[in-house]
């Protein structure tokens, strides 16, 4: 039991990229082909998601169109951006979260600060930020570099990024605006602040020109998980996005993670933990597995050795390579890290040849792949649920609308039916139904201290 009195629930989050999660996504028959640039789509898979009491709409963003289309699957080379598309997207749902990614790399923290802020205004305080720390030379070569800064560099520019970005949200108290018109008093001078922030990275005055967020700070998503990763996520995340293919490794990061954010002073039990799961589901076993036949039947070659490439960070040449012989080494880069290793890993752990390798990624690029019938499907996300491996797991259908469809209608009822999955949202904003706590502004907090001293 929580100390609230109930019992703890599985959170979750739905990945839906328009054009799919898959690499031949794009050329299923139930697909949309233009999904990926398709608003009404979009707004289709939000209303799903909804109904399906999902707390969150995901979505992960390209600052180039180089990975998405040297991976395969040319439905990931051009799409919407994620703010503008949830800001959208808000006034036909209610409930539902809309957490969009942004980088720490590319992006000031002062236009970041505005857009998020502004996107949690606008939808009521259901808005959240994934920070990444965009790897590769090509999107460098987009912004003014010819090289991507490197990992570690990354990582510290994202720490004082995150750090600089929830002072400007900060920059205005709860009750700053007046707007009195008989009095003419349109906000309280008091209550407004500078941040006046000077580091190794940034320099930011302040303060934030739009007003503090609905929920005080938009709820910080973060998905890396290399040892710069996880340092990170300890100290700013309050929801961890992963990968892991089993349930040892999850519980490992679990715990790890747990641990960490004791030691930096944080509680816990507000940081959710969340693994990458794709789900194949059918009424029984044979029918979820002919599903997942049919999609990797649709994989050009090409595509998939491509992806293999791009996951190692454009390093591995696989043109003279039998794809039925094993995978070659590739060097490490500055690049995704952990998901280097982990694709490495995988081919190692399975034996898998070159074609088996891209088969298995294609789906879900390195998370857990889930294949079988609800109660299956279900069995497993509960195990890892009470196992200390997850609090909850980002949904990542492999093909839309189909797979969102099954996992909606087959297995929510299943988790339900154990009493593991909410069947109505327990608040209108994100962190209500994510169960975290508001923050405090602190400059509110430090006169109430200096009030009662008094």
């Given at each position: ?200 990275h940034f320099s930011v005055r302040g303060p934030l020109n739009v007003p ?89 070659p090409e595509d998939g050795v491509a992806l293999l490439n791009a996951l ?143």
């Open positions: 039991m929580t100390t609230s009195g109930k019992s703890r629930q599985i959170k979750l989050g739905a990945f839906l990229p328009g054009g799919g999660q898959h690499v031949a996504a794009w050329r299923h028959p139930e697909s949309p082909a233009d999904g990926a640039t398709n608003f009404e789509f979009h707004r289709k898979l939000a209303l799903t998601a909804e109904r399906g009491l999902f707390d969150a709409y995901f979505l992960a963003d390209n600052l180039t169109v180089g990975l998405g289309a040297r991976e395969g699957g040319n439905a990931k080379i051009a799409g919407f951006e994620p703010v503008t598309l949830f800001a959208a997207l808000a006034p036909f749902t209610t409930h539902i979260g809309f957490i969009a990614t942004a980088s720490t790399t590319y992006e000031e923290p002062y236009t970041l600060a505005r857009k998020f802020a502004s996107l949690d205004l606008l939808t009521n305080g259901r808005a959240g930020w994934n920070v990444v720390t965009s790897a590769g030379d090509d999107t460098a070569r987009n912004f003014n570099r010819d090289v991507q800064p490197n990992h570690a560099e990354r990582y510290a520019r994202a720490h004082e990024h995150v750090e600089t970005v929830k002072a400007l949200w900060d920059s205005w108290e709860d009750d700053a605006f007046i707007r009195d018109k008989k009095t003419g008093r349109f906000y309280d001078k008091d209550r407004l602040h500078d941040v006046n922030h000077k580091g190794e503090r967020p609905v929920q005080g700070h938009p709820v910080v998503v973060q998905a890396g998980q290399s040892e710069d990763g996880r340092g990170l996520a300890a100290v700013s995340a309050e929801v961890i996005f992963t990968a892991h293919q089993n349930l040892a490794s999850a519980q490992e990061f679990y715990r790890d993670i747990k641990a960490r954010v004791a030691a930096a002073g944080r509680d816990p039990a507000q940081v959710l933990i969340m693994p990458g799961v794709a789900p194949f589901v059918g009424r029984t076993e044979e029918e979820a597995r002919a599903k997942y036949r049919q999609l990797n039947d649709l994989i050009l190692a960070g454009q390093t591995l040449d696989l043109r003279d390579y039998p794809l039925d012989g094993p995978l070659p080494v590739a060097k490490e880069t500055e690049g995704m890290k952990s998901r280097q290793a982990l694709i490495r890993q995988i081919a190692d752990e399975h034996n898998f040849t070159i074609r088996q390798l891209y088969q298995w990624v294609a789906t879900a690029r390195g998370h857990y792949t889930v294949i079988g019938s609800a109660t299956q499907v279900a069995d497993q996300l509960e195990e890892w649920f009470t196992s200390e491996a997850a609090d909850g797991f980002n949904i990542l259908p492999p093909w839309l609308p189909g797979a969102l469809d099954d996992f909606v209608d087959l297995v929510i009822p299943e988790l339900q039916r154990r009493g593991l999955f909410r069947t109505a949202y327990e608040g209108r904003t994100l962190r209500e139904n994510l169960g975290l706590r508001r923050p405090d502004n602190p400059w509110t907090v430090a006169r109430s201290t200096v009030l009662a001293a008094e």
